[in-house]
C-alpha cells in the first residue's frame, strides 16, 4: 500500500466544470506539495501547504491535518489545465518526499 | 521562489553511453535532491547531495550507477551511467530551502532522458 493516496487516478472533465483531487497519507507530515507535471515531463510546484488553505488564481488547495488529507481544487477548468497532478508529503522529523502515483486530469474543449 | 533550472531538458542517448544532468539554483541551499521518475510510476528518492560531503544514495541506487557530485552551494550534477533503456525515466532535481527566507522545498522542472 502507497503511503500517499490520490483519487482519483483519471479523470475527465469539460470545461468550465468544477474539479476535486484528493490525497491522503498515513503519518504525521511537517509539508504537503502539489505538483502539476505537463505532458512534456516539466514539473511546476504549484502549493506548499503545511495547515489550512492556500489559494493562487483559479487553484485552492487545503489540507487537514488531524484527517491526514489534502484536496487540490480547480475551478472553472480549462483544457490548458489538462496535466498530471501530484501530491508530495514530507514525513515530519525528514526531509525527505514521498510522492503519490498522481492524478490525470484532461478538461475537454 | 527560489529558481532552479536543469539541464538537458531532453536528451535521447545510445546504450552503453552515459548523461550527466545539471541542476542550477539561483540561491546557496544546504540540501539538494536527485528523484528520477519512471513511465508511469510516481518520483523515487535516488540520493541527497550536501555540499561539501558525499552524496547519501537511497536503497536501490549505487554511486557506481549514479556518481553525484556537489562543488558549490548552487550546483549539483547527476551522471547516470552505462545506461540501458531501464534508465529510461525523468530526472529531477529538487533543493530545501529550510532555515533561508523560502523555508520550503522547490522542484526544477526536469530532464526527460530517453534510452535507445
Known amino acids: 500500500k502507497n503511503e500517499v493516496e490520490q483519487s482519483p487516478q483519471n479523470l475527465t472533465a469539460q470545461e468550465g466544470e468544477f474539479i476535486t483531487i484528493n490525497c491522503s497519507y498515513s503519518?504525521?507530515?511537517?509539508?504537503l506539495h502539489w505538483l502539476q507535471q505537463h505532458p512534456g515531463g516539466g514539473i511546476v510546484s504549484l502549493f506548499m501547504?503545511?495547515?489550512g488553505k492556500k489559494k493562487h488564481g483559479r487553484l485552492i488547495a487545503t489540507i487537514n491535518i488531524q484527517e491526514k488529507h489534502s484536496s487540490l481544487h480547480i475551478t472553472a477548468s480549462h483544457p490548458r489545465d489538462s496535466a498530471v497532478y501530484i501530491c508530495?508529503?514530507?514525513?515530519?522529523?525528514?526531509?525527505?518526499?514521498?510522492f503519490g502515483t498522481g492524478t490525470r486530469l484532461k478538461v475537454l474543449a | 521562489s527560489a529558481v532552479i533550472s536543469q539541464k538537458p531538458s531532453r536528451d535521447i542517448c545510445q546504450r552503453g553511453t552515459s548523461l550527466t544532468i545539471q541542476c542550477q539554483v539561483d540561491?546557496?541551499?544546504?540540501?539538494m535532491f536527485w528523484y528520477r521518475q519512471q513511465p508511469g510510476q510516481s518520483l523515487t528518492l535516488i540520493a541527497t547531495?550536501?555540499?561539501?560531503?558525499?552524496?547519501?544514495?537511497e536503497s536501490g541506487f549505487v554511486i557506481d550507477k549514479f556518481p553525484i557530485s556537489r562543488p558549490n552551494l548552487t550546483f549539483s550534477t547527476l551522471t547516470v551511467s552505462n545506461m540501458s533503456p531501464e534508465d529510461s525515466s525523468i530526472y529531477l532535481c529538487?533543493?530545501?530551502?529550510?532555515?533561508?527566507?523560502?523555508?520550503?522545498?522547490?522542484f526544477g522542472p526536469g530532464t526527460r532522458l530517453t534510452v535507445l
Open positions: 529538487s533543493v530545501d530551502g529550510t532555515g533561508t527566507v523560502y523555508n520550503e522545498q522547490f
Open positions: 503519518v504525521g507530515i511537517s509539508a
Open positions: 501547504l503545511s495547515s
Open positions: 508530495a508529503v514530507r514525513w515530519t522529523g525528514t526531509y525527505k518526499y514521498i
Open positions: 540561491s546557496q541551499v544546504t540540501m
Open positions: 547531495a550536501n555540499q561539501g560531503s558525499e552524496a547519501t544514495y
